[in-house]
């Protein structure tokens, strides 16, 4: 089946500092990414969505300037937390669809777990 | 906005038991509607979907049925597995703005099988 890989599966920073997470369709290519965070017990939470070779669409209140993404290539998708805080803490999850702009089944990556200082 | 609402967690169960998993749903149109399954340690896999009121989803023994009238779609399985241990998601499609579809999901609930 297809498979979506994240990495790092875990990764603790200290406050300030950025920090890159990385999602790869590693047997098909990706022409929509999307980005989810989840709270531990609550549910998974749209923040982004990305095409290949185009800029992201945010969803409602995600800072664009916080959570910068990167679709440079059909297999990659890169999600950058700037100026991490505390409040950042939490898992990412990222997925894949091999469909550009319609809705198809979402491949999920693993996640990453992520703690600030 | 969409939304869904899950059963609260977590379920614990003895193997052969019959599962059942709420979720209810709000949302404009006419949704698809999904159940996810996380493994420990994975990613979230596609249970099953159903596209259309009436439809029903099947797979691995679970089965849920698109109730447009109920705004339901419960997850059902006659026997349950030790194996079957997992959180399970509930989730909807719905437009995102343009040609874009995004997920909507539940909370999540964790089931847990004991032997």
């Known amino acids: 089946g297809a498979v979506v890989s994240q990495h790092p599966s875990w990764v603790i920073c200290k406050s300030g500092t950025s920090v890159k997470i990385e999602c790869r369709s590693l047997d098909f290519q990706a022409t929509t990414m999307f980005w989810y965070r989840q709270f531990p017990k609550q549910s998974l939470m749209l923040m982004a969505t990305s095409n290949e070779g185009s800029k992201a669409t945010y969803e409602q209140g995600v800072e664009k300037d916080k959570f910068l993404i990167n679709h440079a290539s059909l297999t990659l998708s890169t999600l950058t937390v700037t100026s991490a805080h505390p409040e950042d803490s939490s898992f990412y999850i990222c997925?894949?669809?091999?469909?550009?702009?319609?809705?198809?089944?979402?491949?999920f990556g693993p996640g990453t777990r992520l703690t600030v200082l | 906005g969409d939304s869904v609402t899950q059963m609260e967690g977590p379920v614990t169960l003895s193997e052969e038991a019959f599962l059942t998993i709420n979720c209810t749903y709000t949302?404009?149109?006419?949704?698809?509607l999904f159940w996810y399954v996380q493994y420990p340690g994975e990613g979230l896999q596609l249970l099953l979907k159903a596209t259309k009121a009436d439809d029903k989803g099947s797979n691995k023994g679970f089965e849920a049925t698109y109730r447009k009238e109920t705004t339901s779609f419960h997850l059902e399985k006659g026997s349950v597995q030790v194996s079957d241990s997992a959180v399970y998601f509930c989730a909807l499609s719905g437009r995102s703005g343009g040609s874009n579809y995004k997920l909507t999901f539940g909370k999540g609930t964790l089931l847990t099988v004991n032997p």
């Open positions: 949302a404009t149109g006419y949704p698809s």
């Open positions: 997925s894949a669809s091999p469909l550009a702009g319609v809705y198809n089944e979402q491949f």
